[in-house]
């Protein structure tokens, strides 16, 4: 008797095992989204290449948000809006959908209230994104 309730035992223990936990990434991630600091014309560039990539880690707000396996695992946008009159601009990503084939964002500029005080401020809103992939952009 014991060796059988001994044999059901081990049979138990043998047949349980741990499940590995897969944490997947999100499919974007907004870096930093600055209201001043960017280009003073509106431009969108995506970063392929390591070296370019390794460019971004130069920058204070950025330095510790870029791993090593980052180059050669992401692609990375830099979205300008261009000197602007009033603070309160930024982007929004309403969507980011992966295909076969590529990497479909859709932005969305959020514009400020009018400014009722009549003050004019300069600014040079930026943002960049982190996309966790390899695979072709389009930005809508």
């Known amino acids: 008797m014991k060796k ?3 044999t059901v035992f081990i049979l138990i223990l043998v047949s349980c095992s741990t499940k590995k936990s ?4 999100p499919l974007f991630e907004v870096l930093t989204q600055q209201v001043d600091g960017g280009a003073s ?4 560039e995506i970063l ?4 370019e990539i390794k460019m971004l880690q130069n920058d204070p707000r950025l330095k510790n948000k870029i791993q090593t396996e980052d180059l050669q695992n992401s692609n990375f946008i830099i979205l300008n809006s261009g000197e602007k009159t009033t603070e309160g601009y930024k982007f ?6 992966e295909t076969d084939k590529n990497i ?4 969305k500029e959020i514009t400020p209230k009018p400014n009722k005080n009549g003050l004019q401020v300069y600014t040079n809103p930026y943002c960049v994104v982190k996309i966790n992939s390899k695979k072709e952009i ?3």
């Open 41 to 44: 014309i509106r431009f969108f």
């Open 104 to 107: 479909i964002i859709t932005l």
């Open 92 to 97: 929004e990503i309403e969507s980011a959908v």
């Open 22 to 25: 897969f944490v997947q990434k």
């Open 138 to 140: 389009i930005i809508k």
């Open 4 to 6: 059988i309730v001994l």
């Open 48 to 51: 392929t290449e390591p070296n």
